[in-house]
């Protein structure tokens, strides 16, 4: 008498079967039994730091202070922004820049943290890379664990390598930094004196005919003296940190 045997596709059939009963009666095998951890339920750093920040409103080019904030959170080494206000793409580009500054300058490795930058500068469009000096110094302030320094304030570009440069807008924005109460202002080198340009005409008689010139003349205003306010220029961040902790 012919021994049966049993069938490959019954068996699979059966293995199969087996396997969707055990996850519709115990609820074992594709649930797990505790919540995805998110970012936000991550553990965070009970310190943030904080820079001031300056901007020239487009409308009538006047000053405007503001607070750019740095956070740190275990993460993937990304550069996060807070896009309100609205941010151009440079101001984000430079946000990049000022992390790997800061990354440098205090030789800590942020490949394992996402770092989030939020501005506070009363809903406003903010564009063009000057806040990259005040970013680089709050992420380092953030890093070292040191307290901002509430007095000073700081415009400027910044490149890889720290250094911080020029600007538009300088006096607008040392009347801004005035008005706020501060005492002391950081600006890139050579931006702590401006020059602005006058035309004088004169004229002198030659026989019958009068001859008429104009001269544009240079005039050095000090941006201390014309805003009342104590400014201080610096070349690169090592030079303005200085200024910024407590």
Do not use: H, W
Request: glycine share 8%; hydrophobic share 40%.
């Amino acid at each position: 008498m012919r021994k049966r045997t049993k069938s490959p596709v019954r068996t699979v059939t059966i293995y199969i079967l087996i396997f969707i009963l055990g996850v519709i009666v115990g609820n074992q095998i594709l649930i797990p039994s505790e919540p995805v951890q998110q970012l936000t339920s991550l553990p965070v750093q009970n310190y943030s730091a904080s820079a001031n920040i300056l901007a020239v409103k487009s409308v009538d080019n006047s000053g405007v202070l503001g607070k750019v904030t740095v956070e740190i959170y275990p993460g993937k080494g990304r550069v996060l922004m807070n896009t309100n206000p609205f941010l151009e793409p440079d101001t984000q580009f430079s946000a990049e820049t000022a992390v790997n500054v800061a990354q440098d300058y205090t030789e800590k490795d942020l490949s394992d943290k996402d770092v989030i930058i939020s501005f506070d500068i009363g809903g406003k469009l903010l564009g063009g890379p000057s806040a990259g000096a005040a970013m680089a110094i709050a992420t380092i302030l953030e890093l070292e664990n040191k307290t901002f320094n509430e007095g000073v304030t700081i415009t400027g570009t910044l490149d890889e390598n720290g250094d911080i440069g020029k600007v538009s807008g300088i006096v607008a924005k040392a009347e801004a930094t005035e008005a706020s109460g501060m005492n002391l202002l950081i600006v890139p080198v050579g931006q702590k004196t401006y020059t602005i340009y006058s035309e004088e005409k004169s004229c002198e008689d030659y026989l019958l005919t009068k001859i008429c010139r104009t001269v544009t003349k240079p005039e050095d205003v000090d941006v201390e003296e014309k805003v009342g306010i104590r400014v201080v220029e610096a070349s690169n961040i090592q030079e303005a940190l200085k200024y910024f902790s407590v």
